[in-house]
């Protein structure tokens, strides 16, 4: 099983980064899939969600209107795109695939960083 996050960079604030995520070794879509992040000295903190055909997307209130969840699963990746980015954007962000079936399938990816800085 592998999640490989891509993407990441140094923006400005008020601009933009599309993040990848690419799995391997599992059935994408079978599985819920999320993005986390992690600032430094902070909680890791669910971003966004997508359900497993797509069809069912939440966000945190902190990123809502500015960054858009989607997949694609028959090329087994998932994106998120931020726009409007913030200073308070910046942090590790972090892909995970879930699914509960009898038990619970977890697998996360290594993380990627964003930096937001003028």
């Known amino acids: 099983v592998q999640l490989v996050e891509s993407g990441g960079g140094l923006v400005q604030p008020g601009g933009s980064l599309r993040l990848s995520c690419a799995a391997s070794g599992f059935t994408f879509s079978n599985y819920d899939m999320r993005w986390y992040r992690q600032a430094p000295g902070k909680e890791r903190e669910l971003v966004a969600t997508i359900s497993s055909a797509g069809g069912a997307t939440n966000y945190a209130d902190s990123v809502k209107g500015r960054f858009t969840i989607s997949r694609d699963n028959p090329k087994n990746t998932m994106y998120l795109q931020m726009n409007s980015l913030k200073l308070e954007d910046t942090a590790a962000y972090y892909c995970?695939?879930?699914?509960?079936?009898?038990?619970?399938?977890?697998?996360w990816g290594q993380g990627t960083q964003v930096t937001v800085s003028s």
């Open positions: 995970n695939a879930y699914r509960f079936f009898f038990k619970i399938y977890d697998y």
